[in-house]
């Protein structure tokens, strides 16, 4: 009886350990996800324990319970950059990083820029790790994501990346890949960022998921010096298959998202309010079927003049999906200019894993970003 009973309590705990893990399974390209499995969680107390965490070679679920603040960790630097937009005190300035300023805006006045170093670089996340967060406490300030370099099998989930240098672009991003495969990003918020949200970079990132994530472009300094952040999520090629589902864009401005170069796009059950310039960009070899997404108070929905990929949307359900997908496609509301009928578009996603479309949903805030797994 003795024996039972502690059998049992030891059962039980093992069963809370179990329980430390990732909520869900992913949708879309990155199904196969499985992140850092069933690895006996950690949970990171420093900065640097946390650094050490995402970028050693053991598979790990991490866990983060509190902020970590990077600010200040590796100083600042104070330099001449520009102002492209204006010297009004909401406008974004720019670091003339790579002679940004000479190359792309000789005409702007030059202006003097603090910066905090450690939020130009984002923190090295290696191969198979979950980084998850416990309830709304997993915050990581001051400094970006970035998996890189041929990493693959990432899940990021439920944790919010916050306040990098927002006043400065080139000042860093939140979340990054560039040459990885397998990455499902969801459930988490981003707000208050100097570049992009999201940057897919040039290299193959092959499958990837974001999810119900919360992007939030509300900030003091935006580069359209109106409060609406401009660099939210740049989907760059060379062979690129994302999902993008169930996120909440805010008080946007611009790439929202910009797709190009050999990146496959299905962009559906997303909800934009209130986005002050334009949501998507389609450039060369961008393949886009949208659907189910809810655009509410977008000034434009589609940049028409810089369209140039293929391109799947209507405001109306459509049964010319069947033959490809499946399934009709499902319309999308206030779509406005984002109506396309390209079978391109719908042949790129011939034979895929594809997420699941519903009608559009109109209660973003509910369900997408940190704190609402
Ligand atoms: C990730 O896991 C896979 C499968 O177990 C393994 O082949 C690979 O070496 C791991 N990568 C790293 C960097 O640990
Ligand atoms: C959109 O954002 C602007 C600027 O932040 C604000 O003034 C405006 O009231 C918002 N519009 C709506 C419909 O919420």
Avoid at 192 to 216: C, F, K, M, P, W
Avoid at 233 to 255: A, M
Avoid at 301 to 326: H, K, M, N, Q, R
């Amino acid at each position: 009886m003795k024996y039972a009973v502690a059998f049992s309590a030891i059962a039980a705990l093992a069963a809370r350990a179990a329980a430390v893990g990732v909520s869900g399974t992913p949708e879309g390209f990155a199904s196969s996800a499985t992140g850092g499995g069933s690895a006996t969680a950690v949970y990171p107390s420093t900065t640097s324990e946390l650094v050490s965490y995402l970028g050693d070679d053991e598979e790990r679920v991490i866990v983060l319970t509190k902020t970590f603040d990077f600010t200040d960790s590796e100083g600042t630097t104070t330099t001449t950059g520009c102002a492209p937009w204006g010297t009004a005190s909401n406008c974004q300035l720019a670091i003339d990083q790579d002679d940004w300023c000479e190359n792309y805006e000789p005409d702007a006045p030059t202006s003097s820029v603090t910066y905090d170093n450690a939020g130009v670089l984002g923190i090295t996340v290696n191969s198979n790790k979950s980084l998850i967060g416990e309830g709304t406490s997993g915050v990581i300030k001051g400094k970006g994501l970035r998996m890189v370099s041929g990493v693959s099998n990432i899940i990021i989930q439920n944790i919010a990346v916050t306040d990098i240098n927002p006043k400065y672009v080139w000042g860093g991003d939140a979340i990054t890949l560039d040459d990885a495969d397998l990455v499902w990003i969801d459930h988490v918020t981003t707000a208050r960022i100097g570049r992009q949200h999201y940057v897919l970079g040039t290299e193959a990132d092959n499958r990837v998921s974001i999810t119900n994530n919360y992007i939030d472009g509300e900030s003091d300094y935006s580069a359209t010096c109106d409060g609406h952040h401009y660099w939210n999520v740049y989907l760059d090629g060379s062979s690129d298959k994302v999902t993008f589902k169930g996120n909440y864009l805010y008080k946007t401005s611009g790439r929202a998202p910009k797709v190009q170069d050999n990146t496959y796009l299905h962009i559906v059950n997303n909800y934009w309010d209130n986005n002050s310039g334009h949501a998507f960009e389609i450039g060369s070899g961008g393949y886009v079927l949208a659907e189910g997404n809810y655009f509410s108070d977008v000034d434009t929905v589609l940049e028409t003049d810089t369209f140039e990929g293929a391109l799947f949307s209507s405001d109306s359900s459509s049964s010319a999906c069947e033959d490809y997908i499946g399934r009709a496609c499902v319309a999308n509301v206030n779509g406005g200019d984002l109506t396309g009928t390209s079978t391109t578009a719908l042949e790129a996603f011939n034979g895929d894993t594809l997420a699941t479309a519903a009608a559009a949903n109109t209660s973003p805030a509910s369900t997408a970003g940190q704190g609402n797994l």
